[in-house]
């Protein structure tokens, strides 16, 4: 099983920005060479909401809307990491961020049922 580590998280002001970093070793056998990854989203009373996908293959990307124009995901295939850029940040991105693997290279899904190894997440607190 992937073991994904998330890092980033913080507490920011309204407008502010953050980037989320999602990795894992490749000694589990994690490579983005082969893996999609995803980032999601929970906050209390709330459900989990898929928020960025990258696939292995070609990169494709694939938004919430609640985040597009605003978050940008990306990766570094050479340092076996997915980044989440996060711009303007609302009060109501307020949540429990985590990161999600697929050991599937062309799939592009917001589907929390698709990824089966999953982060521990970190903590994204938008608050002036």
């Known amino acids: 099983q992937v073991h994904l580590v998330e890092s980033g998280g913080g507490l920011v002001q309204p407008g502010d920005s953050l980037r989320l970093s999602c990795t894992a070793s490749?000694?589990?056998?994690?490579?983005?060479?082969?893996?999609?990854v995803a980032w999601f989203r929970q906050a209390p009373g709330k459900k989990r909401e898929g928020i960025a996908c990258?696939?292995?293959?070609?990169?494709?990307?694939s938004y919430a809307d609640s985040v597009k124009g605003r978050f940008t995901i990306s990766k570094d295939n050479v340092k076996n990491t997915v980044y989440l850029q996060m711009n303007s940040l609302k009060v109501e991105d307020t949540a429990f961020y985590f990161c999600?693997?697929?050991?599937?290279?062309?799939?592009?899904?917001?589907?929390?049922?698709?990824?089966?190894?999953w982060g521990q997440g970190t903590q994204v607190t938008v608050s002036s």
């Open positions: 990258i696939s292995a293959s070609d990169g494709w990307t």
């Open positions: 490749r000694a589990s056998g994690f490579s983005l060479d082969y893996y999609t």
């Open positions: 999600a693997a697929a050991s599937h290279p062309e799939l592009v899904s917001l589907n929390a049922v698709d990824f089966r190894d």
